[in-house]
């Protein structure tokens, strides 16, 4: 897809999800401060299907705000699954949507037999994983489908909340807005890890496009630029391989060696970076690892935690 029709896509998108923002003042902010980039681009660029629009905000007020407003109107509308402690934890230097227990929470919500993990005994954690799903990869793939499901739909309110989470509330039509990071593109990127992703689109810029990430998608290859993340990164490369990318090991090394510069015995470093992941089951990791012990994390105890729940 040519870079102009990108740009007629994105706008076009964009216009629609800031006419559904029924606050006037908060939808002015947003419009000034929108940044798309990631993985739309990027597919356009190759032909294949766009899975989402991701997009980010400028300021973190405005991305705090944005949250309270979609969360609010989740709650407002939300009739089906167990009830859900939702809200946008204050007074941190980021913006964090709190779920209380789940960590997610869809607009189809939970199947009635749902139990909260910390219902059961540690002892019987292995068993109640096997009893709500065989494979913990299936919880990704559940969350996923929930999304598709709602993105399909011809019908229902456009961009309404279906599903969030402690790093993004996931809108119908498509549209995923990402609050864990804010700022310009420049600042936004340097939390991203492969180059490929870093094309990106404002409503004053249009499609900006840069050679690196351009060589990148042409050969599917994944060059590692760094990440503040690089757990996330290096369980990311799962899925791209699966497309029928390559990494050479050289950029696995580069993982490894952030990842060791990292405390990860520090509890809340551990936390930030597997929650990074957005997967449930580390959630439970962080929790079990917190009731032995608030502040450091033993690692024969972690061991025995992923060894059980995975």
């Known amino acids: 897809m040519k870079k102009k029709t990108i740009n007629a896509v994105i706008s076009k998108k964009m216009r629609g999800w800031w006419d559904s923002i029924e606050d006037e003042s908060l ?3 947003v419009q000034k401060e929108t940044v798309v980039t990631g993985g739309c681009i990027a597919s356009m660029l190759l032909g294949e299907d766009i899975s989402d629009f991701d997009v980010y905000l400028g300021k973190q007020e405005t991305a705090r705000d944005l949250a309270e407003y979609y969360v609010k109107r989740f709650k407002s509308k939300r009739a089906n699954g167990i009830p859900l402690d939702i809200s946008v934890r204050p007074g941190t230097d980021r913006v964090e949507i709190v779920v209380q227990s789940a960590g ?4 189809e919500g939970a199947e009635a037999d749902y139990q909260y993990f910390e219902d059961r005994p540690p002892e019987e954690a292995q068993t109640y994983v096997s009893e709500v799903m065989d494979d913990p990869a299936e919880i990704e793939d559940q969350h996923e489908e929930t999304k598709t499901a709602a993105w399909a739909e011809a019908d229902g309110e456009l961009y309404r ?4 989470s402690t790093n993004a509330i996931t809108l119908s039509h498509k549209v995923q807005v990402i609050v864990r990071f804010f700022g310009t593109p420049e600042e936004i990127h340097a939390n991203y890890d492969f180059i490929h992703c870093t094309n990106y689109w404002t409503k004053s810029t249009g499609v900006v496009l840069n050679q690196p990430a351009l060589e990148a998608l042409l050969a599917k290859e994944l060059r590692y630029v760094g990440s503040r993340y690089p757990i996330c990164s290096a369980i990311r490369t799962r899925k791209f391989v699966k ?7 050289g950029q696995f090394v ?4 952030q990842i060791g510069e990292l405390d990860l015995k520090d509890l809340s470093v ?6 990074g992941v957005d997967v449930a089951y580390f959630l439970e990791v962080i929790d079990k ?19 059980r729940l995975f």
């Open 104 to 107: 997610v929470a869809s607009e």
């Open 270 to 275: 551990l936390r930030d970076q597997l929650t």
């Open 27 to 29: 939808r002015e902010r």
């Open 254 to 257: 580069k993982m490894a060696f």
């Open 161 to 164: 909340p279906v599903f969030l």
């Open 289 to 307: 690892l917190q009731e032995k012990d608030k502040e450091r994390v033993d690692g024969a105890y972690l061991l025995e935690i992923i060894d």
């Open 243 to 249: 497309r029928g990318w390559t990494i050479n090991a």
